[in-house]
């Protein structure tokens, strides 16, 4: 990964670069971990449209990373992410609706997002994730 190039091409204001390089800060993924670099990054590639950047910044509010905890605002991200389709954003509010992570716990939409996130199986394989969407739905298949 050059990441000479991803500054280069963030700074020009590209999307894919952005959310490439703010994942990396955020993570320290080959750079050493500067929140506020990827809530900057991650922000201006969320305003472009941006489902996975939309997605770690979702998870910056859960967390209160480098901006004040707001699972409201979270969930609004992870909502948007999880619509376009990001495997990762529907496991997350499978996760908050089914334990009431900061809002009241909401059955019907954590199997809703779990279902969402298990009907990916064959994109995304047999994953850990996948085994907690399965297995969450499994145990609650009685309160439909």
């Avoid at 496991?91 to 939409?109: C, F, P, T």
């Amino acid at each position: 990964m050059d990441i000479s190039d991803l500054l280069q091409k963030a700074a020009s204001g590209s999307a894919v670069a952005q959310t490439i390089l703010g994942t990396c800060y955020l993570d320290g993924i080959n750079v050493k971990v500067n929140h506020e670099e990827a809530f900057r990054l991650l922000s201006a590639a969320a305003d472009q449209g941006s489902p996975r950047a939309k997605m770690n910044l979702a998870r910056m509010y859960a967390e209160g990373l480098s901006t004040s905890k707001n699972i409201h605002q979270a969930i609004d991200l992870y909502e948007e992410a999880a619509g376009a389709g990001e495997f990762l954003a529907q496991v997350q509010l499978g996760r908050i609706y089914s334990r009431g992570a900061g809002i009241e716990a909401n059955i019907h939409e954590a199997r809703k997002w779990y279902s969402a996130a298990a009907a990916q199986e064959t994109s995304v394989g047999d994953c850990e994730e996948i085994r907690e969407a399965k297995g969450y739905l499994l145990d609650n298949a009685h309160l439909k």
